[in-house]
């Protein structure tokens, strides 16, 4: 607890998407934060809101000096910082492991030192793989089909060791394509709503990977933060690794649809080959997320939708 009497929390890659929302929260709920950042795909500009009203420290989830500093009088962890990207780990699985695994074991190891109580672990749906089963169970063995969601997965695992070994709380909530304002869709490695949304309004077609029938269970940011701050309590959810969706399936065809339909443009996507490492279907069983975190989501897909062309606009 900070000297005001707030719980203070520690979000690692706090200046990226999910992370700088995240931040918003715990301020909302009242929480006092810091954030670790090595500003790698994060940018300060996230944050711009929140910066007077945290602490930012600029470093690595892989330097175990900087995760030292950062944990100091902290009680909760939210772990998100990561390089977020399948096609960029197909193409540098060393340099993604060290952060994505890497940073994770260096994060844990260090939380259960510094006596963090909890640690809540942004674990990643492409774990699953392209199993046929639907909806995907956490019960389902995983199936990792890029370093990226190997890394994820392996963290997870840890995630649940650190519990059993060493009783630190651990969390995985397993995101299932989160979008919403600030995700960048410029980078080579956007996401595809961000991407199709920036197309939509620039006019220009977007590239769709393969048939465009592959579906997704795509998730607005603000579910995913409600459910980082149930999982920071919830006291049946330590050693656990849990779904976060919305629950809905759509496809890729069926999202350029409705993008064009709330821009108000009407265009031909440009189709390319399906990328390697991509999965073809996903949709989320949400069941254990009810049980142990009572968790809804709140915003569907129409409504994020809304507000992240709102914002790119
Ligand atoms: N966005 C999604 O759909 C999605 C889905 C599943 C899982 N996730 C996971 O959620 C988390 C957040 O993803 P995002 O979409 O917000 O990505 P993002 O790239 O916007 O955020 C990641 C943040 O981590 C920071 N970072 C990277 N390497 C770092 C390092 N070594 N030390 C400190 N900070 C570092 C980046 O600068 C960035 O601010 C990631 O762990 C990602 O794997 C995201």
């Known amino acids: 607890m900070s000297s005001d009497g707030k719980r203070r929390a520690l979000v690692t890659g706090g200046a990226g998407f ?23 795909t994060g940018d300060e500009r996230n944050l711009a809101s929140a910066s007077d009203r945290i602490e930012f420290i600029r470093g690595s989830v892989c330097d175990e000096q900087d995760t030292k500093r950062a944990m100091q009088d902290i009680e909760v962890v939210f772990h998100e910082a990561a390089v977020p990207s399948v096609p ?24 259960r030192h510094a006596g963090v109580r909890r640690v809540v672990f942004a674990a990643s749906s492409s774990a699953y793989g392209d199993t046929e089963v639907l909806p995907k169970v ?17 963290s997870e695992v840890y995630c649940e060791l650190y519990f059993r070994l060493y009783g630190l709380e651990t969390v995985a ?26 197309a939509a309004i620039a006019g220009k077609p977007p590239v769709i990977y393969g048939d465009g029938e592959q579906t997704r269970d795509f998730t607005y940011v603000d579910n995913a933060v409600a459910a980082n701050l149930a999982a920071a309590d919830a006291p049946d ?4 690794v849990i779904n976060i969706a919305a629950g809905e399936r759509t496809s890729l065809n069926e999202l350029w649809s409705g993008i064009q339909k709330l821009v108000g443009v009407d265009f031909e996507a440009e189709y390319a080959d399906k990328r390697a ?5 996903s949709l989320a069983d949400l069941t254990r997320a009810k049980e142990l975190l009572k968790y809804e989501p709140s915003i569907d897909l129409v409504e994020g939708l809304r507000r992240t062309i709102q914002s790119l606009k």
């Open 18 to 40: 999910v992370g700088s929302h995240l931040v918003d929260g715990l301020l909302a709920a009242g929480w006092a934060v810091r954030v670790l950042d090595d500003l790698s």
């Open 88 to 111: 960029k780990s197909v193409a540098h699985p060393l340099l993604t492991n060290r952060v994505n695994l890497g940073g994770t074991l260096c994060v844990l190891e260090t939380a």
């Open 138 to 154: 956490e019960t389902l063995p995983a199936s990792p089909r890029s370093p990226y969601a190997l890394q994820k997965y392996t």
């Open 173 to 198: 909530l397993r995101y299932f394509n989160i979008f919403g304002p600030r995700q960048n869709p410029n980078s080579d490695y956007a996401a595809v709503i961000p991407s199709f949304v920036a």
């Open 237 to 240: 959810a330590p050693g656990h």
């Open 277 to 281: 490492g991509d999965v073809k279907d």
